[in-house]
């Protein structure tokens, strides 16, 4: 059977396991502005409590479920999700706007303490504010949840045409907007790794 035509539109939401849900509510619903939409006291899955949280006008962009080691220890993981070496979430990123959005997002983080394993930077070779070893073009700033799961807050995330190039309008645009003359700025080059399956 073919694969269908149909794309997906983007990531949906997340399910996450969180130690305390009461200390993940605040976070995201204190802390970030999300709503809290729904939960039960004990899950169909699981048996475990969980609740629902939006950063959209969607259901849910995470849900959460309360879960304990079977040790019924409540301690940190080894560093965080991006600096351990378990598998599981390494981050994700939620998008805003622009980079106002962005530079008020990292003043107010800041105001309320918030240490940040990672940035503010912009992933970029050819910006001429850019990190010069990264790649995408967004800027990125990178903080944890109270179970040392790594969330991003980016905007200006590269744009690609339908045949995998660099969207060049994209890129004028984005850099007159960061205060730079597109001719001075070269356009990224991306690699464009093409997916062959392997035979059995």
């Not at 979430?89 to 003043?107: G, Q, S, T």
């Not at 040392?148 to 850099?175: F, K, P, S, Y």
Request: glycine share 8%; hydrophobic share 30%.
């Amino acid at each position: 059977m073919e694969r269908p035509k149909f794309k997906f539109q983007g990531i949906d939401h997340f399910a996450m396991k969180v130690r305390n849900l009461e200390k993940s509510i605040e976070f995201y619903v204190g802390l970030l502005g999300w709503r809290l939409n729904d939960g039960k006291e004990s899950s169909g899955f699981f048996g475990r409590p969980n609740r629902f949280v939006s950063c959209t006008d969607r259901h849910h962009t995470i849900n959460m479920f309360e879960f304990r080691p079977k040790d019924s220890s409540n301690d940190l993981p080894v560093g965080n999700s991006q600096d351990n070496d378990q598998y599981g979430l390494m981050h994700f990123a939620m998008e805003v706007e622009n980079k106002e959005a962005f530079d008020a997002w990292e003043k107010y983080l800041r105001s309320k303490g918030v240490e940040f394993v990672y940035g503010p930077l912009l992933h970029s070779v050819n910006h001429p504010e850019g990190d010069n070893r990264s790649f995408g073009e967004n800027r990125a700033m990178y903080f944890t949840d109270p179970d040392g799961n790594v969330v991003e807050i980016c905007c200006d995330m590269m744009r690609l045409t339908e045949d995998g190039d660099v969207d060049q309008e994209w890129h004028a645009e984005r850099i007159r907007r960061d205060g730079y003359d597109p001719k001075d700025v070269p356009v990224s080059r991306i690699h464009n790794y093409k997916y062959e399956k392997k035979e059995a």
